[in-house]
Nanobody
Framework: QVQLVESGGGSVQAGGSLRLSCAAS????????MGWFRQAPGKERESVAA????????YYADSVKGRFTISRDNAKNTVYLQMNSLKPEDTAVYYC????????????????????WGQGTQVTVSS
């Protein structure tokens, strides 16, 4: 079992930055792929970024490429999302999630089932 707790959300003006953190409990964090997702009001949840269990491969939605960076520290059981040059359209609740499978090596966006989810953290970007 993996429990996830996000933090770091808040309100910023356009062009600003935030760093989200997702702290995981349990001993299997380091073997699971991790993803950040977001859901804006009235919209479906979408994948924002993902990172392999090794940290060696990352994926980004086109809308955030060049602005967001996902990273992980397996020693601290934590995954991060650094968000720069924020835009009003980035406003959403952001969730982190862990894959059900351990040592998953395929495409983290379309392949795996994300079985463990955090409660979400609100990010609001004003113009």
């Amino acid at each position: 079992q993996v429990q996830l707790v996000e933090s770091g959300g808040g309100s910023v003006q356009a062009g600003g930055s935030l760093r989200l953190s997702c702290a995981a409990s349990g001993r299997t964090f380091s073997s699971r792929g991790m993803g950040w997702f977001r859901q804006a009001p009235g919209k479906e949840r979408e994948s924002v970024a993902a990172i392999h269990w090794t940290g060696g491969r990352t994926y980004y939605a086109d809308s955030v490429k060049g602005r967001f960076t996902i990273s992980r520290d397996n020693a601290k059981n934590t995954v991060y999302l650094q968000m720069n040059s924020l835009k009003p359209e980035d406003t959403a609740v952001y969730y982190c999630a862990a894959t059900r499978a351990q040592y998953y090596s395929g495409n983290l966006v379309v392949g795996p089932e994300y079985a463990y989810w955090g409660q979400g953290t609100q990010v609001t970007v004003s113009s």
